[in-house]
């Protein structure tokens, strides 16, 4: 930003004065409401704001006079005396001042310099008409367009006249208009364009004064003044005071007024505001104000921030529901060097509880507590040390992620987010790990909270859930390693675990262990481009207790027995790659129909695998997916095919004035193998250095299928019954689709269709040739327009999802009744704009129960923004059955750098 745009964007704060001075009779009428109100009304507070004393006294009509005050006559101001001069602080003496002008003048050691004067000194710069500099001192006096430009704040401060030392930094300036955090650029060509400034922050801090006294180098004492964050020429906001106290980081006064669109608002004993973005206060925030339906009222809520250092902070809440209670909330938040951070959220609430029309007494009271950190051990700097040698080294660090939940019902009934409300599992995991060349042996802990069924009072249902732990797990799992010089290649994944599990009926008697080793061994071969990999694999598991075999076609809860259990397999495996398929459709009809080169490729896939020795399945209890190991013989076959497009040679890369990204010169993934060559293209440039594009997928599809030739798994499935899931069919399909033996697995599709970079869809199915249906049917689709970053354009965005599942069976968890597998749901997404771009904005969502024909949840959510201040309102909607069905208003008011008003969180925003 240069100094003419700095001078516009100062010179604003003068006409939004004169504007005020024009609507002086309204503007008296308001001032007195507006005083009344805010008197009254001491919680609608800043987030700058601390706690003050109420005073139900007036400001002094000074005030009130110096708001709309735009004279530049120094009488109306009381005695100079009033104002302190700046106190010499002594500085070194000697060094080099560089002196610009028409005309100088000497007289002893004064010099006196006239017409267009530039004075330099360390990183401090003076520019007036006239200004008379004493050499020995290092005073300054400047008449006349006055402007001085640098420091340690990155000032800039333009005057009518003043003065000011070189040496020490202080001064006192007449009829001021100035800014802090103008950064600019060292001298490289003529001005303005090659020292053009640049706010070192989006929101900086701007004044105006009648007189502006600097104490030092970062500090200064404004005098009928006003204060803003707005760089704009007419600001949506500013504080007046008589008197403003700023340093490096912050401004602070007393009896000030806030004006917002040229009105004055707001009058407030003391406030501050921050002169440097990157120094956080503490503060009260700005009320949360809320409008839901009769089963939680309305809200009204508070919170406290507090920030204990640099790196941490804390905020501390509370909301109160007028139809249910109060619910507590905090915050903590740490981020440490390179990946180390620390988070934790809580909420509780104690409810009231509430009866709906024609029902029974409800009560959704609970708690939900979520931590996560991580902590870095032993970091790598593989910048410093190569890949080679950071990848020996390793690393070690230290990951939680723990959440603890009281009450499903409450997350359901009181979670501001869909996907959270509606999550029937709680996964916690601390863990500890040392990676180095390849190898990794962590130590773990985790707990599993799965929720198959709520408990209802209409109709009566009690809870049902499934609690599995891991306390502590040992684990040591290595990459593929060379043996030698023989070919081979090796791995291993093996653990030592101490296992629990609870569910109704059931409960494994204190801690199970288990002891499991999974080593293997391969041999690639590549002949002709054709890539077959053979492996050999072996597995022992030792259980120190097991369970008793289920009688068949009865479905019940397991019953554990006090026998080990040894389970040891043979694995081999054989995985063939031929040759891929290719075609480049460089001429002809889809040339002249795309406009652009064609590649398809086709790429076969076979694997056979065979499993013996897991005779024992029925007696194994289940805690996770090393349990559902099993027998099995079988093949899978499949085929891939991806249509490449690439623009032809009188196409460019990009539009006008964009450049080529990665994808686009490199190809897909950047691979090798995707590129289409031509004559003169190597390292993706053409002979006369110019980027060349390259492919872009266009068209992915792939179709996959297993058969069994064991159709029983050895004993895994017999008979007919639940879903049951084994190991080979949850990594092929990730549906459980096992109700009986069977030879053949569902026929899976996963088609995708990327026509540019702005355009996505998806379609997903799994059809089943034996129960003749699809078991699983989605579509997903995504399309925008335009940049979000790009705040001159207009921006488009819509998505929309179906989802169809149909289980061949009612499922069960070792004898538990699990949600329903038969449905179909979809979503929809469509929105203008961006909530932080300049103008309007909208965006709406939906969630739709196509079974029931219900609205599950939707959201309608628009929002304004003028220069430096926004509102956005929100129309929310959730209907989960008997747990809730509410609706409710959110609203959010926003100004640059001061904070927000409302309750329309960011992570709640619908764009």
Same mark, same amino acid.
């Given at each position: 930003? +240069? ?123 003076? *520019? ?17 367009? /006055? ?19 070189? =040496?020490?930094?202080?001064? !006192? ?29 989006? +929101? ?9 006294? %600097? ?18 020429? *007419? ?29 004055? @608002? ?5 406030? #501050? ?50 139809? =249910? ?17 620390? %988070?934790? +959220? ?50 070690? =660090? ?71 732990? *891991? ?28 296992? %629990?599990? #609870? ?14 080793? *999974? ?47 040894? !389970? ?66 079988? /093949? ?8 490449? @497009?690439? !623009? ?36 993706? !440039? ?178 304004? +923004? ?10 929310? %909607? ?34």
């Amino acid at each position: 930003m +240069n100094n003419r745009n700095v001078r516009r964007c100062v010179s604003g704060l003068r006409d939004g004065a004169a504007a005020k001075a024009r609507a002086a009779s309204l503007a008296r009428l308001l001032r007195s409401a507006c005083f009344f109100i805010s008197i009254t009304a001491p919680a609608a507070s800043f987030a700058h704001l601390g706690a003050q004393q109420v005073t139900t006294l007036a400001p002094p009509a000074s005030i009130a006079q110096s708001a709309g005050a735009e004279s530049s006559d120094v009488s109306v101001l009381p005695e100079a005396a009033e104002y302190p001069d700046a106190i010499p602080v002594p500085q070194d003496k000697g060094e080099l001042v560089n002196l610009e002008y028409d005309t100088l003048k000497q007289q002893g050691n004064v010099d006196t310099l006239d017409g267009h004067v530039t004075i330099t000194y360390r990183d401090h710069t003076l *520019h007036a008409d006239h200004i008379e500099y004493d050499n020995d001192t290092g005073d300054a006096t400047l008449t006349g367009h /006055v402007v001085v430009d640098g420091g340690e704040n990155s000032e800039h401060i333009e005057a009518s006249h003043g003065t000011f030392n070189m =040496r020490t930094e202080t001064g !006192r300036f007449y009829d001021v208009t100035g800014s802090v955090g103008l950064k600019r650029p060292p001298k490289v060509g003529p001005e303005p364009a090659a020292r053009r400034g640049v706010y070192a922050n989006s +929101n900086p801090f701007l004044f105006t004064g009648k007189i502006l006294v %600097k104490t030092g180098p970062r500090g200064y004492e404004i005098y009928q003044g006003t204060f803003t964050s707005c760089q704009l020429p *007419h600001p949506d906001w500013l504080l007046s005071a008589d008197k403003i106290n700023a340093d490096g980081t912050k401004a602070h006064a007393g009896n000030s007024i806030f004006h917002l669109m040229g009105l004055p @608002l707001l009058w407030l004993p003391y406030v #501050t505001h921050p002169v440097d973005a990157s120094d956080r206060q503490s503060g009260i925030l700005i009320p949360d104000i809320g409008f839901n339906s009769a089963s939680k009222g309305d809200t009204i809520g508070e919170q406290i921030y507090w920030a204990i250092n640099r790196s941490t902070d804390l905020t501390v809440g509370t909301i109160y529901y007028s139809a =249910r209670g109060w619910e507590r909330t905090a915050a903590f938040r740490y981020r440490g060097l390179g990946q180390d951070f620390a %988070k934790a +959220n809580y909420s509780a609430l104690q409810d009231r509880g509430y009866t709906p029309s024609g029902g029974t007494y409800i009560n959704q009271s609970g708690t939900d507590a979520l931590f996560s950190g991580r902590k870095d051990l032993i970091p790598v700097d593989e910048s410093a040390m190569g890949d080679a040698a950071a990848e020996q080294q390793g690393q070690a =660090r230290m990951v939680a992620d723990v959440e603890y939940l009281s009450s499903y019902p409450y997350r359901e009934a009181f979670s501001s987010s869909f996907n959270q409300a509606v999550s029937s599992d709680v996964v916690s995991t601390i863990y500890g790990i040392r990676e180095w060349d390849g190898m990794a042996a962590s130590l773990e802990g985790d707990r599993y909270q799965g929720e198959k069924r709520i408990a209802t009072t209409v109709p009566l249902q009690t809870e049902e859930q499934v609690r599995i732990f *891991h306390a502590p797990s040992l684990e040591f799992t290595t990459t593929d390693h060379a043996l030698g010089t023989t070919g081979l290649e090796w791995n291993v994944d093996s653990s030592v675990t101490a296992l %629990k599990r #609870t569910q109704p009926g059931f409960a494994t008697g204190g801690m199970v262990e288990r002891l499991d080793v *999974h080593p293997e061994l391969i041999y690639p071969l590549h002949f002709d481009g054709w890539n077959l990999q053979p492996s050999v694999a072996g597995r022992e598991t030792f259980y120190s207790r097991s369970r008793l075999p289920t009688v068949p076609g009865v479905a019940g809860p397991p019953v554990e027995s006090l026998a080990p259990l040894n !389970r040891a397999d043979l694995e081999v495996e054989l995985d063939l790659r031929p040759p891929v398929l290719e075609r480049t459709f460089d001429s002809g009809f889809l040339r002249r129909l795309l406009r652009q080169d064609v590649k398809h490729t086709i790429e076969p896939e076979l694997t056979y695998r065979y499993v013996t020795g897991i005779d024992n399945f029925p007696d194994i209890l289940r805690f996770d997916v090393v349990d559902v190991a099993s027998n099995t013989n079988e /093949v899978e076959y499949g085929v891939t095919q991806r249509l490449f @497009l690439r !623009r032809t040679g009188n196409q460019p890369c990009s539009p006008a004035g964009a450049a080529a990204d990665a994808t686009e010169i490199l190809g897909s993934a950047g691979k090798q193998e995707d590129a289409i060559e031509a004559p003169g293209e190597a390292a993706g !440039r053409t002979e006369d250095g110019q980027p060349v594009c390259g492919n872009r997928e266009w068209i992915s599809w792939r179709v996959a299928q297993k058969y069994f030739f064991d159709s029983h798994f050895g004993g895994a499935v017999e008979g007919t019954g639940p879903r049951g899931i084994l190991d080979t069919t949850l990594n092929f399909s990730g549906i459980s689709f096992l109700t009986g033996p069977r030879d053949l697995s569902p026929l899976i599709s996963r088609l995708r269709v990327r026509t540019s970079e702005k355009t996505d869809f998806e379609w997903d199915f799994d059809y089943d040739p034996i129960a003749g249906k699809f078991t699983a049917n989605n579509v997903y689709g995504d399309v925008h327009w335009g940049d979000p970053t790009d705040q001159s354009r207009k921006y488009f965005s819509a998505g929309f999802g179906f989802a169809r599942l149909n289980a061949p069976a009612r499922s069960y968890v070792e004898g538990v009744l699990s949600s329903v597998a038969n449905f179909s749901q979809m979503r929809v997404l469509a929105g203008y704009g961006k909530p932080t771009r300049p103008g309007f904005s909208a965006a709406a969502s939906a969630g739709i129960d196509l079974d029931l024909g219900t609205v599950q949840y939707g959201a309608i959510q628009t929002s304004y +923004n003028w220069n430096c201040c926004g509102v956005s309102v929100e129309y929310r %909607k959730y209907e989960l059955g008997t747990a809730r069905n509410d609706n409710g208003y959110k609203f959010n008011f926003t100004l640059a750098n001061i904070g927000s008003a409302g309750n329309l969180r960011h992570a709640e925003q619908v764009f």
